[in-house]
């Protein structure tokens, strides 16, 4: 894993940004700590930190220019059937001097353009330069798994693996409003928007050939190949296990390639078990590793990590965590984010990454598999809402109790109360409001509130709503709305622009590869060719996902609630990072200074924070802090 940056000068002044090219590299050291390196040409530079996977030698360090120096890639990612492309180009002729993925991507789009995109099974953001025609592909894998920013002004474009590259480069600096909003209600940035104008992520599955300031075409090299409410898998459910069986072990055993040492995370879970399930059958001792919390018996899983490691033979390692642990982090993970991202889930994940990477470089995860196949709480309210039955009547019909009990996430009586209530009011709405409603800490209303009145009049209603309307396209506000195609809105907003971007953001901070068999496209044109009875029905979510393994998991993982990667925010705010709201970044004096947030308002969230019921108030006050932490870092 890597980290890229560069810049096409479309003219002199354009061309004054290069000399930050080395500075602009070096932001991106800890997604790539073994080797730094940059390529300068007339109008394009480019630049590479590396994180050595496979073929770690000199010979294949990044950027890579070919024998005829016309074509210069920088590569972030890993080409897991590498070894096929390469054969089928020998077999045409072409010759390697190197044992790594990196020429074979070079190779590929030297001798088959832009095609050479849909033959790669893997995840990758990648920049390549014609120095002869002076043509510059940028292009994203298929589910962004890998993020890739661009910068765009009438002089130069300039993309990174992080937003602080592109800042160090000197790039105007101006507050999108709208993503803003976008950001409150959601608590991270959907794609392909950004914090700052003039910046946003190439999307998912994209490529954008530049050849000057007005001639660009970005166009889509895969879609989702989702065929309506009609299933294009024809077989019985006992077909369909046999196929996903097949095809997602042969999804891990191809991300089990690696010249560093490799292991795979363990949460107790159903999703990462079943990886490391697989995974262990392909590997002499599988290291698996678990995040336990000391203080926190709620949060802990740990048990059921070791009862699959246990059953699948796994050299298993937990790292208990004391709140005090997590607590010195903090400042840390605050401080790498050079973008709002306020999934407290985050947290773990960083730590965990962290004390993963003291052991292997690449690790596998379970992520994916919720969004392809029902794994969430809304999935499973969704499919009980369209039962109406007397159990769904009867908890509508305690609406007025639900909205006044206490709610929290942190105990499981307050959670069923909170999940209670969002139910009952969701169900008032159509399926495109609910899903947004579930989707949000907040309606459009109350952050528009927080807004001072400059503030609201650089916000434009208009275009936010265009926006969200994009979000949310799949899905119609009248009629019945296919499962699969509420799954198809979660791809290309929660996953992208939330798990993945968690992923992506901890990991490369600590220097370790996180792999995702769930995520290789073979799987998810599987599981979109599925009918939603096999995903979901009135006794449990996944379903085939759980009896097609059920056989090598211990029972015990079905025999308990589903439970997030979470943390103990809410208590966090409440004590030991009391003080980092009322007197540093939600202190009424910054507010006041600041400009963005009414004082008052502002106010009104923190009383309700240290209230009795605090509802989920964590949630948008930690989206606060972290806003006003980023706005500190760039802005103050």
Known sequence: MCGITGIYAFNEVGRFFSINLQQATLQLSKRGPDFINTSLFHRVNLGHTRLSIIDPNPESHQPMTDSTERYTLVFNGEIYNYREIRQKLQNQGVEFTTASDTEVVLKAYIHQGVDCLTSFDGFFALAIYDNETSTMLLARDRFGIKPLLVYQDEDKLIFGSEMKALIRFGIEKSLDYVSLKHFLQLNYLPQPFSMLEKVRKLPAGHYLLIKGREDQEEKAFYEIPYQGTASSFSGTYQDAQKTFAQILEKSVQQRLVSDVPLGSFLSGGIDSSVIASLAARHTDKLHTFSIGYKDEAFFDETNYARLVADKIGTEHTVFSVSNQDMLDHIDEILNYIDEPFADSSAIAVYILSKLTRNHVTVALSGDGADELFSGYNKHAAE?????????????????????????????????????????????????????????????????????????????????????????LSHLQNNGVVDFNELLLTDMQLVL???????????????????????????????????????????????????????????????QRPKKGFEVPLLKWLKSDLKELITKDLLSDELIEEQGIFKVEEIRKLKQKLFSSNPEDMHARIWGLVVFQNWWKKWFA
Not at 395 to 406: E, I, R
Not at 517 to 529: K, Q, R, T
Request: proline share 4%; aromatic share 12%.
């Open 383 to 471: 499919y009980r809402l369209r039962q109406n039955n007397w159990q769904v009547n009867l908890v509508k019909s305690f609406a007025p109790l639900w909205k006044k009990l206490p709610k929290s996430r942190s105990s499981t009586i307050g959670n069923k109360v909170r999940q209670f209530h969002r139910f009952a009011e969701g169900s008032k709405l159509s399926v495109k409001d609910r899903y947004w409603s579930w989707a949000t800490f907040a309606q459009e209303q109350e952050i528009d509130r927080l807004f001072t009145e400059k503030s609201l009049s650089r916000l434009n209603q208009e275009v936010y709503s265009q926006q969200k309307e994009g979000l």
């Open 496 to 558: 992208p622009g939330d798990m993945l971007t968690k992923v992506d953001l901890m990991s490369m901070a600590n220097g370790l590869e996180v792999r995702v068999p769930f995520l290789s496209h073979e799987v998810v044109d599987f599981a979109f060719s599925l009918p939603a009875e096999f995903k979901i029905d009135a006794g449990y979510r996944k379903k085939i996902v759980q009896d097609t393994f059920r056989d090598i998991l211990p029972k015990e993982l079905y």
